[in-house]
């Protein structure tokens, strides 16, 4: 992550957007599953507003991940 900000100095200085889980839901769910098969498997992530967005994540992306996942 830091090594992409210090690349790339329009991401933001929080390192929020450094992850790459930005774009479309194909495109986030696509570098979760990279992440998790590297082994993470905690993330913090920030929805505003929370319950519609955090809702989003999980049909439109956490499924997508979970697909990718059987498929692997």
Do not use: C, W
Not at 21 to 37: E, I, K, N, Q, W
Not at 41 to 50: G, K, R, S, V, Y
Not at 56 to 66: I, N
């Amino acid at each position: 992550m830091f090594q992409l900000f210090t690349k790339n100095s329009a991401v933001s200085g929080n390192g929020g957007t450094a992850a790459g889980l930005v774009g479309s839901y194909d495109t986030v769910a696509t570098r979760v599953a990279a992440f998790v098969d590297a082994g993470i498997d905690t993330f913090m992530l920030q929805f505003n507003p929370f319950v519609r967005e955090m809702t989003r994540f999980a049909q439109e992306v956490m499924l997508r991940v979970q697909h990718l996942q059987k498929v692997a």
